[in-house]
């Protein structure tokens, strides 16, 4: 393996701009051998190698059998998002900075990393004194730090070109009350409100990720993504998002891959001089290297930049993973005042303190209905994301918001005009951030329909049909059936059994039937045509 390098030797008394006007040309290429380093710079090569090694390949099982399980002839994005996602999972749960209060701000895992890679690089030293430089081993360091950059940051950026991780605001959000959301809620429907700026987001970080992939637009990609991520962490922090370690993660990264090049960028802006990089790249004379080169890095762009993009367009345009993918009654949707309500046969007068009678109700144009009312319910701190297979599971409509906004998915049965109504929000025992967790069962999908008997009748059950095919056929894929049925548990949920009726055209929807806790319940809904200072969004997920 031979070495080809890039130098020049400038006239010292002739800056950069002089240099050009009078036509001096520095040598293009010459050899350089490799020199050796500074005692302090093969010390910290040796942590910084087995450190960022650590950060940058996948240490969680799960991950390696999620890509020997994957469908490609039948992908959903998510095979393909986990695979660019992921971030070091030694021995602390949280170091995605997900959620709970995980250690040392999410950051512990980093800690365990360094903590190895000092060792690593302590007995490194003491075996190798004689080695006078590693420009090999930092050559392929960077590329495995460039590719993880790379491929993490394509997949975080395409939830922003198709915008779905921050969706536009329901109608129920648009009506509910701005004191009662979390710093992290209100930032989140900030740029949901714009979704053409999700998108230009969403690009640079794409645009960063593509550049890492190729040796000579490094710098570029790495200093684009550090500017960009750098801006994620401060607002994660700033707002409480939840994503400050990931988003850290990357700008370690960025900052890594621009190390190289800070001696040449104080030659060419403070010094003002002539600067060519001195870089090591080895030349691969074999042909199978150089095959296998071009194999993998073709591999990587076509896997990552083009069946992602054909994934992730399949998931925004028929199944938003923040937002359920059913349609809605169509009759139905609309925001509603409460104009009278009955429980248990006695008629409660509108009160804004009432903690039983309801406020207002939403409902939307997917398989959510809201109603407002002046009782708590379990605060769900978690970004929003949920479960990106079942509908019932997707609760961004919940999560950051206190008040008394409940959020229900419903199935319907159109024969019988009857709504089975299931709160988004699990009254189980409380699991990270607030949400509930429950124990899976042995025979998750059979458990779930025992849960189901007696509340949802076998003939209604057959008439609503299973949510696993009640999307476009175009989306269906194999990750999509065997997630429904592995979340198909039985849960501890509030659910409602109501009737509905339209009069007046549709204005007034009377509602019958019984609440969660098994309550008589006779609500009249007006709907009210609100006009909203915010313009409808022309970017919008799914087809309703």
Do not use: C
């Given at each position: 393996?031979?070495?080809?390098s890039?130098?020049?030797?400038?006239r010292?008394d002739?800056p950069?701009?002089?240099a050009?006007?009078?036509?001096y040309?520095p040598p293009?290429?010459t050899?350089?051998?490799?020199?050796?380093?500074?005692?302090?710079?093969?010390v910290?090569?040796?942590?910084?190698?087995?450190?960022?090694i650590?950060?940058?390949?996948?240490?969680d099982?799960?991950?390696?059998k999620?890509?020997l399980?994957?469908d490609?002839?039948h992908?959903?994005?998510?095979d393909?998002?986990?695979i660019?996602?992921?971030?070091?999972?030694?021995?602390?749960?949280?170091?995605?900075g997900?959620?709970g209060?995980p250690?040392?701000?999410?950051?512990?895992?980093?800690?365990?990393?360094?903590?190895?890679a000092?060792?690593?690089?302590?007995v490194w030293?003491?075996?190798?004194r004689?080695?006078q430089?590693?420009?090999?081993?930092?050559?392929?360091?960077?590329?495995?730090v460039?590719?993880?950059?790379?491929?993490?940051i394509?997949?975080?950026g395409?939830t922003?070109?198709?915008?779905?991780?921050?969706?536009?605001p329901s109608?129920g959000?648009?009506?509910?009350d701005?004191g009662?959301?979390?710093a992290?809620?209100?930032?989140?429907?900030?740029?949901?409100?714009?979704?053409?700026?999700?998108v230009?987001t969403?690009?640079?970080e794409?645009?960063?990720g593509?550049?890492?992939?190729?040796?000579r637009?490094?710098?570029?990609?790495?200093?684009?993504?550090?500017?960009?991520?750098?801006?994620?962490?401060?607002?994660?922090?700033?707002?409480?998002?939840?994503?400050?370690?990931y988003?850290?993660?990357?700008?370690?990264l960025?900052?890594?891959?621009?190390?190289?090049?800070v001696?040449?960028?104080?030659?060419l802006?403070?010094r003002?001089?002539?600067?060519v990089?001195?870089h090591?790249?080895p030349?691969f004379?074999?042909?199978w290297?150089?095959?296998?080169?071009?194999?993998?890095?073709?591999a990587?762009?076509?896997?990552?930049?083009v069946?992602?993009?054909?994934?992730?367009y399949?998931n925004?345009?028929y199944?938003?993973y923040k937002?359920?993918a059913q349609?809605?009654i169509?009759?139905?949707?609309g925001?509603?005042?409460v104009?009278e309500?009955?429980?248990?046969?006695?008629?409660?007068p509108y009160s804004?303190l009432?903690?039983?009678r309801w406020q207002q109700?939403?409902?939307e144009?997917?398989t959510s209905?809201?109603?407002k009312?002046?009782?708590?319910?379990?605060l769900d701190?978690s970004?929003?994301?949920?479960?990106?297979?079942?509908d019932?599971n997707r609760t961004f409509e919940?999560?950051?918001?206190?008040?008394?906004?409940?959020?229900?998915?419903y199935?319907a049965?159109p024969?019988?005009?009857?709504?089975?109504?299931q709160?988004?929000?699990?009254?189980g025992?409380?699991?990270?951030?607030?949400?509930?967790?429950?124990?899976?069962?042995?025979n998750?999908?059979?458990q779930y329909?025992a849960?189901?008997?007696?509340?949802i009748p076998?003939?209604?059950?057959?008439?609503?049909?299973d949510e696993?095919?009640?999307?476009?056929?175009a989306?269906l894929?194999t990750?999509?059936?065997?997630?429904?049925?592995?979340e198909?548990?039985p849960?501890?949920?509030?659910?409602?059994t109501?009737?509905?009726?339209?009069?007046?055209?549709?204005?007034?929807v009377?509602?019958?039937?019984?609440?969660?806790?098994k309550?008589?319940?006779?609500?009249?809904?007006?709907r009210?045509d609100?006009k909203?200072?915010?313009?409808?969004?022309t970017l919008?997920?799914?087809?309703?």
């Amino acid at each position: 393996m031979s070495v080809t390098s890039f130098t020049a030797q400038p006239r010292p008394d002739v800056p950069l701009a002089t240099a050009g006007r009078s036509g001096y040309a520095p040598p293009i290429k010459t050899a350089l051998a490799r020199r050796p380093w500074q005692p302090w710079q093969r010390v910290l090569f040796r942590v910084a190698f087995p450190f960022f090694i650590l950060l940058s390949l996948p240490s969680d099982l799960g991950w390696y059998k999620n890509l020997l399980t994957i469908d490609w002839l039948h992908g959903h994005y998510r095979d393909v998002y986990d695979i660019a996602r992921f971030s070091p999972s030694f021995f602390l749960r949280g170091g995605g900075g997900e959620g709970g209060a995980p250690a040392l701000l999410g950051y512990g895992n980093w800690f365990i990393a360094l903590g190895v890679a000092l060792l690593i690089g302590l007995v490194w030293t003491l075996l190798s004194r004689k080695q006078q430089e590693y420009e090999v081993l930092y050559y392929w360091l960077r590329v495995i730090v460039r590719f993880r950059a790379g491929i993490g940051i394509i997949g975080f950026g395409f939830t922003k070109v198709f915008p779905t991780q921050m969706p536009y605001p329901s109608i129920g959000l648009l009506n509910s009350d701005f004191g009662d959301m979390t710093a992290q809620k209100i930032f989140w429907l900030q740029i949901g409100i714009v979704p053409w700026y999700q998108v230009f987001t969403g690009v640079v970080e794409l645009l960063a990720g593509t550049l890492l992939f190729f040796r000579r637009t490094t710098f570029l990609g790495a200093a684009l993504l550090l500017g960009a991520l750098g801006d994620i962490v401060f607002v994660n922090f700033a707002y409480d998002g939840g994503v400050h370690v990931y988003s850290s993660y990357f700008v370690l990264l960025a900052a890594f891959l621009l190390v190289q090049d800070v001696p040449n960028l104080y030659n060419l802006l403070i010094r003002e001089q002539y600067t060519v990089p001195q870089h090591y790249y080895p030349q691969f004379r074999a042909a199978w290297l150089r095959f296998t080169r071009l194999g993998l890095k073709v591999a990587t762009i076509g896997i990552f930049l083009v069946y992602l993009t054909y994934l992730e367009y399949l998931n925004f345009t028929y199944d938003p993973y923040k937002q359920p993918a059913q349609k809605g009654i169509t009759e139905l949707r609309g925001f509603y005042n409460v104009t009278e309500f009955q429980l248990n046969g006695r008629v409660l007068p509108y009160s804004p303190l009432d903690s039983m009678r309801w406020q207002q109700a939403t409902f939307e144009k997917w398989t959510s209905f809201t109603y407002k009312v002046n009782r708590p319910h379990k605060l769900d701190l978690s970004n929003g994301g949920g479960s990106p297979m079942r509908d019932i599971n997707r609760t961004f409509e919940t999560t950051g918001l206190a008040g008394g906004q409940r959020v229900f998915y419903y199935d319907a049965d159109p024969q019988t005009h009857t709504l089975y109504l299931q709160s988004k929000v699990l009254t189980g025992k409380e699991g990270r951030r607030g949400q509930a967790r429950e124990k899976p069962g042995a025979n998750s999908s059979a458990q779930y329909q025992a849960s189901l008997a007696g509340w949802i009748p076998a003939a209604a059950q057959a008439r609503i049909g299973d949510e696993t095919y009640k999307i476009n056929p175009a989306a269906l894929s194999t990750r999509r059936e065997r997630g429904i049925k592995t979340e198909q548990k039985p849960e501890q949920r509030d659910r409602m059994t109501l009737t509905y009726h339209t009069t007046d055209g549709g204005r007034r929807v009377v509602l019958r039937g019984l609440n969660e806790r098994k309550d008589s319940l006779y609500v009249v809904l007006t709907r009210v045509d609100h006009k909203y200072t915010l313009s409808e969004s022309t970017l919008s997920a799914g087809q309703y």
